[in-house]
């Protein structure tokens, strides 16, 4: 049962280009969703997260969207350098009762991003 | 800031030895969360530890255990290794088990063979 998808396994886009990354989500219970970036050899590193509660947030070169009603939500890089080259994940909470929560990853986005 | 960190950063086991995966969480940390990343796939929820109980547990097998200590470090065990076992195992901390940025340590690489 996937309940984060991310349809597109790579992505690429010139350098100064608008990188757009995309994910969907089935579960209407999701009450936070994060970005990941990972290079290679390294763990995931925290990106930009949005509330579903908002439909954007934005953060330096960096923007999330999020489409409630169509349970998407979309990443744009804007512009795109070679140093953003790296898997990107989109992650959903899942709160549980009391304080508990865990993520649900996707099988995220390999960016190339071409100088 | 010391970061959240894990070691060892590699390891080879044969099928159905034990091992053993640590955790120190980024510095301020009070919760630790385990995933399990096989290749070409996102992370997976092992479970949670937060004021040394495991709080939340995936679909993991009972093969799949861990600890917290007072200093909020943790380790992952796994039992009876399979070659499916084969995989990243990430640790992941925050500040309170219900808050909602995890942030995540550099893996350990499992080759069961």
């Known amino acids: 049962d996937q309940q984060v998808k991310q349809n597109s396994p790579s992505l690429s886009v010139q350098e100064g280009r608008i990188s757009i990354l995309n994910c969907d989500y089935t579960?209407?219970?999701?009450?936070?969703f994060l970005w990941y970036k990972k290079y290679p050899a390294e763990g995931p590193t925290f990106l930009i997260s949005i509330s579903s509660i908002k439909d954007k947030n934005e953060d330096g070169r960096f923007t999330v969207f999020l489409n409630k009603s169509a349970k998407h939500l979309s990443l744009h890089i804007v512009p795109s350098q070679p140093g953003d080259s790296a898997v990107y994940f989109c992650?959903?909470?899942?709160?549980?009762?009391?304080?508990?929560?865990?993520?649900?990853f996707g099988t995220g986005t390999l960016l190339a991003v071409q100088p | 800031d010391a970061g959240v960190t894990q070691s060892p950063t590699h390891l080879i086991k044969t099928r159905g030895q034990q091992v053993t995966l640590r955790c120190s969480p980024k510095?301020?940390?009070?919760?630790v969360s385990w995933y399990q990343q096989a290749l070409g796939q996102g992370p997976q929820f092992i479970f949670q530890y937060y004021e040394e109980e495991e709080r939340q547990r995936g679909n993991f097998p009972d093969r799949f255990s861990g600890h917290q200590f007072p200093n909020y470090s943790s380790e992952l065990n796994v039992n009876a290794l399979l070659l499916g076992d084969s995989a990243l195992y990430l640790c992941?901390?925050?500040?309170?088990?219900?808050?909602?940025?995890?942030?995540f340590g550099p893996g350990t690489r499992l080759t069961v063979t």
């Open positions: 992650a959903a909470r899942a709160r549980y009762g009391g304080a508990t929560n865990k993520l649900i």
């Open positions: 510095s301020g940390h009070d919760t």
């Open positions: 992941a901390s925050s500040l309170g088990a219900g808050a909602y940025e995890q942030y």
């Open positions: 579960n209407s219970m999701f009450d936070y």
